[in-house]
């Protein structure tokens, strides 16, 4: 038996670390996936091979502990142990010891704030559970994601694994999500080359809020609120140029405060500059930050937003909502 599943990638729209302090987030599900193919072994034995593992600028092959090509060891590491961990919940949940083969082929790059290990992470549990014919809803899938986060990384609020998992576009808070109404975003995602860590970028946050509270707190209340209002916003029956109008003036002031929080760098600052000198309603940082991608809200101009980044030195990515999550794509008997 083989089962093949994906999971798409995610860009935080409003509220990446303020979510982790319990605050809500607004996410999307975008159109790039991470494929996940598991067929039993009768070694006993759990095999990982990564084909196509996106790491800035370089493709990393490896099987079980053997990395072919050493450059940036550490990305192609981090990926093993979220497909490790999640493998081994699924074992668990399944109660079960049997040997698992799983090959990877994703179109996310690693450690650009999309998601990659959530992907990895959903897509693996969502295949591992159907070739041991363990029956789990997506909600159940999302939650094990989030567990494998915790487990590799340390602190994570849960958000990537639940959009990566349900699809779509979320209102996330405290481990539960709603569904808002779908909309088509036109926006252009810049990605600056080169990776943040999202576990040192949420424990340099952790450290200055431990710090200096008094400054860190309102910060955080304000991202909080902000994120209620984009909500509102979205949810209302305004016409649509107005929506994206205030939702622009919003990311801007969610990149500034992302900034004084300390995660912005300077090519993600110009990558935003250069996409709203082109005419974007609003442009921010998306995930963890430290570098991966910023994201632009562009109606009419995400041609001219894209080739403002290029010119920046950032890639660009039209991208459009993804309303799957967690898909089965096979399953061969
Ligand atoms: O994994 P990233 O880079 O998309 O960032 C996740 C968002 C954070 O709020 C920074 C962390 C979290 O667990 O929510």
Redesign the pocket.
Known sequence: MKVIASAPA?I?LFG??S??YGKP?IAAAINLRTYVEAEPRNDGKIRIEAHDIKVPGLTVSFSENEIYFETDYGKAAEVLSYVREAINLVLEEADKNTGVQVSITSQIPVGA???S??AVAVATIGAVSRLLGLELTKEEIAKLGHKT?LLVQG??????PTVSAIGGFLYYEKGKFEHLPFMELPIVVGYTGSS?S?KE??AMVRKRYEEMPELIIPILESMGKLVEKAREIIVSEIDHREKFERLGVLMNINHGLLDALGVSTKKLSELVYAARTAGALGAKI???GGG?CMYALAPERQREVATAITIAGGTPMITEISREGLRIEEVIE
């Open positions: 995610k935080i990446e670390h979510v982790v987030a704030g999309l998601g290990s959530a986060e602190a994570s609020s849960g958000i990537d943040g999202t970028l949420v998306t995930g963890a991966g």
